[in-house]
């Protein structure tokens, strides 16, 4: 532990000199060649105190539910989940110098480059680190092979995890997305019912549908067109999916494909995590 904080402290000048390296190349050929390696088993975590060390990562397609189930594995871990899309809107609702170029990046579909996620995302850490965080679940970070090798040098990353779900599924779970204007609560209103086929396993996931008092309130994110989703998914394919090798060949990433909605999955996903006797255990202390 006294290590993982010994490059908290040291991030600042870390990141620095690393993202200078990183950022500034124009070679792609710094990756190292990948081979396949087990996925290492969580071991049970039976104390909350262990539990606050967790550095977990979650991978996924845009739309897949990262953030619902990073939030819920946050809660029954008592760690900070930290997003990266919700630094980005923060700096976005701000008038921050950043506001305006973010705007322009995200109308057009377009990834934020890694310097501007590292700056936000270190400037998180040190705010948590400030207030006596341990660990954290990263969400939405790294989206590059670059960015995972600056992570690696400020973190030891414990599990990374990686939801998916096929393409289709993906483009309807994000145009039925919504938030409440005035709660900002986040809802969606697809009903997904995919039938099986050659194998294929169906999936069927309900909307979840807002309380009566937010459903004339719902607004849909400007960024959730068909075209910019589109685009976000060809650009995820291209930029994202080597970060996924990265961990398999580091025996650090599971592979969880989503079976259905929330009831179907939430389950099985602490099963995969060993985490499934420790749900009923935090809930008898509460």
Not at 51 to 62: D, E, I, Q
Request: charged fraction near 25%; glycine fraction near 8%; aromatic fraction near 6%.
């Amino acid at each position: 532990m006294a290590a993982f904080t010994t490059r908290l402290t040291t991030r600042a000048s870390f990141i620095s000199s690393v993202a200078r390296r990183y950022l500034s190349s124009e070679l792609n050929s710094h990756a190292p060649p990948y081979t396949s390696a087990p996925f290492r088993l969580v071991a049970p975590r039976g104390e909350d105190q262990k539990n606050s060390h967790v550095r977990w990562v979650f991978l996924g397609c845009p739309g897949v539910g990262k953030g619902t189930y990073a939030s819920r594995l946050s809660n029954l871990l008592g760690v900070p989940h930290i997003a990266t899309g919700d630094l980005v809107r923060e700096e976005l609702s701000s008038s921050g110098p950043l506001s305006s170029q973010l705007s322009e990046i995200v109308k057009q579909g377009q990834l934020v480059s890694d310097e501007i996620i590292i700056n936000l995302l270190s400037k998180r850490l040190d705010d948590g680190e400030a207030k006596g965080e341990l660990g954290f679940i990263l969400d939405g970070f790294p989206r590059t092979i670059k960015q995972a090798e600056i992570l690696e040098g400020v973190a030891d990353i414990d599990l990374v995890i990686n939801l998916r779900l096929p393409e289709n599924v993906l483009l309807e779970k994000c145009l039925g997305r919504r938030i409440c204007n005035q709660c900002g609560g986040n809802f969606n209103v697809a009903s997904i019912d995919i039938k099986a086929e050659n194998g294929i396993p169906g999936i069927v996931m309900a909307p979840l549908l807002p309380p009566t008092d937010c459903m004339s309130k719902l607004i849909t994110r400007s960024d959730d067109t068909e075209a910019v989703v589109k685009e976000r998914l060809r650009i995820y394919n291209e930029t994202s999916r080597p970060v996924e090798e990265f961990y398999r060949s580091r025996g650090k990433l599971l592979e969880f494909n989503l079976p259905g909605g929330i009831p179907e999955s939430w389950p099985k996903l602490l099963h995969a995590l060993n985490l499934d006797d420790y749900e009923d255990k935090h809930s008898a202390a509460a």
